[in-house]
């Protein structure tokens, strides 16, 4: 299949904010797509002789802004900033964990998330220590999930151009893409390239680069 660098403006509004100590940052909901409703869409790109058409960019756009914003949702989780109850705290190891509440019931659930969105390559290279390594940031206590109570810079800010991020879609091929979009990275304006590839029956990110770093 042939790419095209196609520029558009996503037809989904992405309503992202940057990292809040006091707790009452909203989140993204998430949106599940099924692997059926995944392997409908691939299906429709791996024609040889397809050209990358507006519907294909379309759809693609349609899949890096979800992605952008479990990202973005992933990152805050790394930093500490998910919405936890700090009247029910424990001590483990020197650290004070307090029960997170939002939508995860435990480590599982949070996994879980996570690993539909990016691959195992981009988790250990910058999200490992959200439950891995000898002090990981959330923990299972009785059944709970609970969350280490820190907080620091994290998230990505995506800017907008009339309330919408501005992505740009290359690269395609029947099992991944390119997308580069910008963030506000501390007051400047950076631009990200996010790889994205399907594997496992999910579109996830594989890598992403900016200000002349990858991970």
Same mark, same amino acid.
């Given at each position: +299949?042939?790419?095209?660098? =196609?520029? @558009? !403006?996503s037809s989904i509004? +992405? @309503?992202l904010s940057a990292c809040s100590d006091n707790g009452n940052t909203q989140f993204? &909901?998430?949106t599940v797509i099924t692997t059926e409703e995944m392997t409908d869409i691939i299906s &429709?790109?791996?024609? &040889?002789?397809t050209e990358v058409t507006l519907d294909m960019t379309e759809e693609l756009t349609a899949e890096a802004s979800r992605l952008m914003g479990a990202l973005d949702y992933i990152d805050r989780i790394g930093g500490g900033n998910i919405p936890k109850d700090e009247k029910d705290t424990i001590e483990q190891d020197g650290r004070q964990y307090a029960r997170v509440s939002a939508q995860f019931e435990n480590t599982a659930d949070l996994e879980q998330y996570i690993t539909e969105n990016l691959t195992d390559e981009l988790i250990q290279s910058r999200y490992s220590h959200i439950t891995g390594g000898e002090q990981p940031y959330y923990i299972d206590?009785?059944?709970?999930l609970y969350g280490y109570v820190t907080a620091k810079g994290c998230g990505y800010p995506w800017i907008t151009e009339d309330g919408k991020p501005v992505i740009s879609i290359s690269d395609v091929s029947e099992s991944s893409f390119t997308a580069y979009t910008k963030f506000d990275n501390f007051g400047g304006e950076c631009e990200m390239? !996010?790889? =994205?590839?399907f594997t496992d029956g999910f579109w996830k990110i594989s890598s992403i680069s900016y200000d002349g770093m990858t991970f």
């Open positions: +299949m042939k790419g095209k660098n =196609i520029i @558009l !403006l509004c +992405m @309503l993204p &909901e998430i &429709e790109y791996t024609s &040889e002789d206590v009785d059944g709970a390239k !996010l790889d =994205i590839v």
